[in-house]
């Protein structure tokens, strides 16, 4: 059963169709564990009935036309007791419910479990059998198991609307479909979407239309002929590693691209009008299932070199689109897993929306979107982008919702949220010279995070005081080997300049986690938890001192800068840190006859062992800067990529609250200075909070800078610590939640508030 379980596991997740993977399991199942039925109900989201969807064993016309309410029949009380029901004689069941058109008073035993998706019942897989039958926990478990792999499947259809299409017949496809992600940047946009394929992806080529059946078979003409020479170039350079029976392998996916063989299939798809990249994933995939099928291990291994085979054919195919790529105004981008790299590919005028399958508030694409001020919406799991292809959607980054055939008067209601943003944005560009300062006179200083060049003319017009963080890994993402030093002085000048005598701090290189260089890959099981930050440049002398030396040359004549140190989690790595610099100073200073002032440095508070460290850390350095994105991320155990914990990233849990506390304290004690550079301090309301435990500085994108400084320049100092009082009091994320969202029940303020990341909806 094992074997099978394997195999049926792997063709569900394999199929790209909702009805294509009910099947598969109903007709498995019933051959697997020897029953007479077996049957999927799945809920239909309107009336919450529980709708026969796909069965082998009860009457095929019952299918669709058969439901059952919460209330009614053994698959109701499944559904409610949300647990498997198993039961010898079903018919005795108080809640047997007889249905004539299914023909089930034939059947006594009977097991049922629910479909379960983030604690959300879809519906109920069940087994019926003619004789008793007292299934066993073997039986349960491969149930269980099965289920929980089409809970997958159906949640996915259900962001695709195809669940919908199914339970409810929306043949056309127009109804409004709504896709739910997570907000990655505020605001609204609404535009044609350009997908971004994640190169040579055979379930992502569905949309890609034929542009007629002669440059379609070019196409895969020269991608088999190209792959084919693949193959050659790579058996002759294992020629010396290889025996004869792996050289036969090679000859295999060689003749597997042959006319007679797969070709035969595709050549005939593409006659019939399909694309080449659809036709030949299509043909690839079905396949795949067949030899996943094989009860021979052997042969179900092949499955593998084919999507291996598939893959490369497809990839030479997308070569072309790559390059052919044309970007309408308004361009939503959509991508599997876009990148901050991805950005620089669109005409920056010609972009207005970001969605992304994968990635999470704090990813560094969300980031980036904030710093540019574009709506975007990230971690909408599920989504089938083919489909989106060409079309119009409206992202809704504040809730980060995206809609598919919006209504009329849905869109009129987008239309007019982006017609008050842009209204709101000019009011506020009237503060940017004014100071942010409350309407009792408390002050705070306001300063920008930057990475891109472009954030400099931005962060100016908007009446920054200064940089509190340039992430300087940003310049070294964009290139294909390390900047050498000059290189980097002319970097860092160019921010420098402009800003005095601003301040600007610095951040040396902070890559690891979710930041690889291209040129410098950093592979491992737990990136985040791996090597990070500080822990690669002290473990790379050359590059900090590069690094240092250049930042220190670059600030020659200026004297506005402060270097800042990521990821640090102890005294010794800051010490060690804090040898090289002094290093790099008196190299400058003594050998090299620089006219050079001390830098300020500082430590970056991100780590949970720094927050109980504080003072020690705080005694030996200028400043503390906390990284609120990586401190939730590390103090909560939550990843602050993934989607599927996105819920769990509360940037104002109490425990990170009571951290940010002590922080700003320990500093002060030592009488540092502390401020906050992570995305807490853009969001209106973590800035009050941030305040009200007296932090110094707050830096934040650019784009946020308006409307924080609007808001403290529009509440009472005198507010704010009965309000830190009592949010630390809370015991949870939504207590606070709930404190702020009271506290700003005035309209005007409300206005003001965009999303906290982990704040949720406000
Ligand atoms: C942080 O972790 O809060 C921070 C500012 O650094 P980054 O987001 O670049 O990791
Ligand atoms: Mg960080």
Known sequence: MLESLRSIVQQVSDSTDLGLALEIIVRRVKQVMRVNVCSVYLR?????????????????????????????????????????????????????????????EKYSSFLGVPIIHHRRVLGVLVVQQKAKRRFDESDEAFLTTLSAQLAGVIAHAESTGDLAQLTQGDVDGKREIEFHGIPGAPGVAIGQVVVISPVADLYATSAVSSRGEKLELEEYRLAVEKTRKDIRDLEHSLTTHINEQERLLFSAYIQMLDDQSLGKEVLARIADGQSAQSAWSEVILAHCRRFEEMGDAYLRERASDLRDIGRRVLGHMQERDVEEIVFPDNTILVGEELTASILGMVPPEKLSGLVSVKGSTNSHLAILARAMGIPTVVGVGGLRIGRLRGQEIIVDGYYGLIFLNATPAHRAHFEEVLREDRQLLAELEVLRNEPAVTLDGARISLLVNTGLMADVKVSLERGAEGVGLFRSEVPFLSRDRFPIEEEQRKIYRDLLVPFAPRPVIMRTLDIGGDKSLPYFPIREENPFL??????????????????????????????????????????????????????????????????????????????????????????????????????????????????????????????????????????????????????????????????????????????????????????????????????????????????????????????????APGLGKS
């Open 530 to 755: 791996g090597w990070r930050g500080i822990r690669v440049t002290l473990d790379h002398p050359e590059l900090f001192l590069a690094q240092t030396r250049a930042m220190m040359k670059a600030s020659v004549g200026l004297d506005n800068l402060s270097i800042l140190l990521p990821m640090i989690s102890g005294v010794t790595e800051l010490e060690e840190s804090l040898v090289l610099i002094r290093r790099a100073f008196r190299e400058l200073t003594e050998e090299e006859g620089f006219a050079l002032r001390m830098p300020k440095i500082g430590v970056m508070i991100e780590v949970p062992s720094a927050v109980f460290l504080a003072r020690d850390l705080a005694r030996r350095v200028d400043f503390l800067s906390v990284g609120s994105n990586d401190l939730t991320q590390y103090i909560l155990a939550v990843d602050r990529n993934n989607s599927r914990v996105a819920d769990l990233y509360q940037a104002m849990h109490p425990a990170v609250l009571a951290a940010l506390n002590h922080v700003v304290k320990a500093a002060h004690a030592e009488g540092r200075p502390a401020g906050v550079c992570g995305e807490l301090a853009g969001d209106p309301l973590g800035a009050t909070l941030l305040m009200a435990m007296g932090y110094d500085t707050l830096s934040m994108n650019a784009s946020n800078l308006l409307r924080v400084k609007a808001f403290i320049r529009q509440i009472q100092s005198k507010q704010l610590k009965p309000i830190l009082r009592r949010a630390l009091k809370s015991s949870t994320a939504e207590e606070v939640r709930a404190l702020m969202l009271e506290f700003v029940s005035d309209p005007q303020l409300r206005r003001l508030t965009a999303l």
């Open 44 to 104: 239909d989201g309107a009336s919450g009935r529980y709708v026969l969807m796909a069965t082998q064993g009860l009457k095929r016309r019952a299918i669709r036309k058969v439901s059952l309410s919460t209330e009614e029949g053994l698959v109701g009380l499944v559904a409610t007791r949300e647990e498997p029901i198993n039961l010898e004689s079903a018919d005795q069941h108080p809640r047997f419910h007889y249905i004539p058109e299914t023909g089930e």
